[in-house]
């Protein structure tokens, strides 16, 4: 089955503390972007890949970093996560040349205490 | 500053009737539009896309109009379901100048809700 998946699926961590949510996508994607949705301000993009080791910032990349190793997988790190991050993440994945049709992940729900 | 607006947070219909989504957007350079659609606890899914060149796009009971002079497009849903009820986020990135520009911009979706 076509999928992207996210772990955790839900996270509560402390202020500081380093952590990593992980993406992978089985369609042999090119392009790669994480999402965040926080009430009142929808869908914002993060960061996104257009291929292994091509990546750039969206519009809220702060506090963020993202690496591309491998084309499948695509982690999110947060290095000293604060309580505005406290978010619902989505990954997404999609061909490069018709990279505006994502395919989404279930999201991830991380507070941030 | 919002490049993508969607004014209306919900919307409520009958089942059978059209729902209509608006959405607005700033930037001139916008030059591809697109509908996703979210049920709760899911990720969004791709629903409808138009280009620029095109004033409407059809899919079966999804329809999107584009009005470029007003900045300005909209989903229509005909019949309406009460499966359709979801929230609707209306999406946009621009042309490439020169180079690449693989940037998303979202606006803040609309809860459609369809009553049986």
Not at chain 1, 33 to 41: A, E, H
Not at chain 1, 43 to 58: F, H, P
Request: proline content about 6%; some cysteine.
């Amino acid at each position: 089955e076509a999928q992207v998946t996210q772990n955790p699926r839900y996270l509560i961590t402390v202020t500081g503390k380093k952590l990593t949510v992980t993406c992978s996508q089985n369609m042999n994607h090119e392009y790669m972007s994480w999402y965040r949705q926080d009430p009142g301000l929808g869908l914002r993009q993060i960061y996104y890949s257009m291929n292994v080791e091509v990546t750039d910032k969206g519009d809220v990349p702060e506090g963020y970093k993202v690496s591309r190793k491998e084309k499948r997988n695509f982690p999110l790190i947060l290095e000293s996560p604060s309580p505005n991050q406290t978010s619902l993440y989505f990954c997404a994945s999609a061909q490069l040349l018709s990279y505006n049709e994502q395919f989404f992940g279930p999201g991830t729900r991380l507070t941030v205490l | 500053d919002q490049q993508v607006k969607q004014n209306s947070p919900s919307l409520s219909v009958q089942e059978g009737r059209i729902s209509i989504l608006n959405c607005d957007y700033t930037n001139s350079m916008f030059d591809y539009f697109l509908w996703y659609k979210k049920y709760p606890a899911e990720g969004p899914t791709f629903l409808i896309s138009i280009s620029s060149i095109k004033d409407k796009n059809e899919d079966g009971r999804f329809t999107v109009f584009l009005n470029k002079s007003a900045k300005h497009l909209s989903l229509h849903i005909v019949p309406s379901q009460p499966g359709d009820s979801a929230v609707y986020f209306c999406a946009a990135n621009p042309a490439s100048s020169g180079g690449s520009n693989y940037k998303l911009t979202f606006g803040k979706g609309t809860l459609l809700t369809v009553n049986p």
